[in-house]
């Protein structure tokens, strides 16, 4: 029965994100918010959603490990299993100063968490501060967004009343999906004597992260790589600053040590890699994914203890 609550959590999930976002972007179409505001705060928020509500629910449930677990274990997945995979699919060309900026925040979001991590508990003062700086970041996108090279969106706009409904659909969706992940995801892990804290870094993670896994392939079948990459960036600055932000705020959280001594290193690594891959080469191609992906299987083998 676990499996199945597992199975459905993540099934809502995948389709309770995908339905958020096209209704997110329908009805911001239909407001006329300009496409990058759209891109930063509508779709980044809307692939972001499900870890938002697993961590909050994790965290309120009495299981800090899978709250903080989940975050950790999507940017980790992000980059290594989705950058890598996305390549494989179609090697992933470099862009300029727009992405370069964001790729700058994502590691100064990750940097940040060394003191956070290091006091052994987010509190409401941590979480404060890590939404404050996503506030910053949002404004700063908005006055200075760069060079923009997306192309308006062909597809028709959605009736207002359809992007409504759609929003709606999806939220119901997200709310049962992360109920029943959680569940599951808990149970398992105590059933089979594994870590709460090993679950939520993998399985918990990726089935959140479904949203920026569905995004990015598409992305990448139709060798769209500043949808591929940008996704992935603006997600792992959202789940930082504001789903653990937003997360602390409601519910403060203690920091097992693994966290720090073990995955917080390889998260910084990971981000190092990307940024490193970002400016100095011109694209990531097949075998820089392979190489990805042969990381993130050797971190989920070393992290099993």
Not at 27 to 55: C, D, K, M, N
Not at 74 to 101: D, E, F, H, Y
Request: cysteine-free; overall charge neutral; glycine content about 12%.
């Amino acid at each position: 029965m676990d499996w199945i609550f597992l199975s459905i959590g993540l099934v809502g999930l995948f389709f309770g994100g995908e339905f958020l976002v096209r209704g997110s972007v329908g009805i911001a179409r239909r407001l006329a918010i300009p496409p990058l505001l759209i891109g930063l705060t509508v779709v980044g928020f809307g692939t972001s959603t499900p870890e938002l509500l697993v961590s909050v629910d994790a965290a309120l449930s009495g299981v800090p490990d899978i709250a903080i677990g989940n975050i950790v274990g999507s940017n980790i997945g992000n980059i290594l299993l989705i950058v890598g995979m996305s390549a494989l699919v179609w090697p992933i060309r470099v862009l300029g100063g727009t992405l370069r900026r964001d790729t700058a925040v994502m590691m100064a979001a990750v940097l940040i968490l060394i003191p956070i991590f290091w006091m052994g508990m987010m509190g409401r003062l941590s979480g404060i501060v890590l939404v404050a700086g996503l506030i910053g970041y949002l404004a700063w996108a908005y006055l200075k967004p760069g060079a923009d090279t997306a192309e308006d969106d062909p597809s028709p706009m959605l009736p207002l009343w359809q992007a409504v409904a759609w929003v709606g659909v999806g939220l119901v969706a997200l709310l049962f999906g992360a109920r029943f992940l959680v569940d599951g995801a808990v149970n398992i892990a105590r059933g089979y004597g594994i870590s709460e804290a090993f679950i939520g870094l993998t399985v918990v993670a990726i089935g959140t992260s479904l949203p920026e896994l569905a995004t990015s392939l598409i992305a990448a079948f139709r060798r769209q790589s500043e949808i591929a990459i940008g996704n992935i960036v603006g997600s792992n600055i959202f789940n930082v600053l504001g789903i653990l932000g937003v997360t602390a705020l409601i519910a403060p959280i203690p920091i097992a040590d693994r966290f720090l001594s073990f995955d917080l290193p390889v998260m910084i690594a990971a981000s190092l890699a990307l940024t490193a891959l970002l400016l100095l080469r011109p694209q990531i191609g097949r075998v820089t994914g392979i190489i990805l992906l042969v990381a993130y299987a050797a971190y989920v083998w070393a992290g099993q203890g």
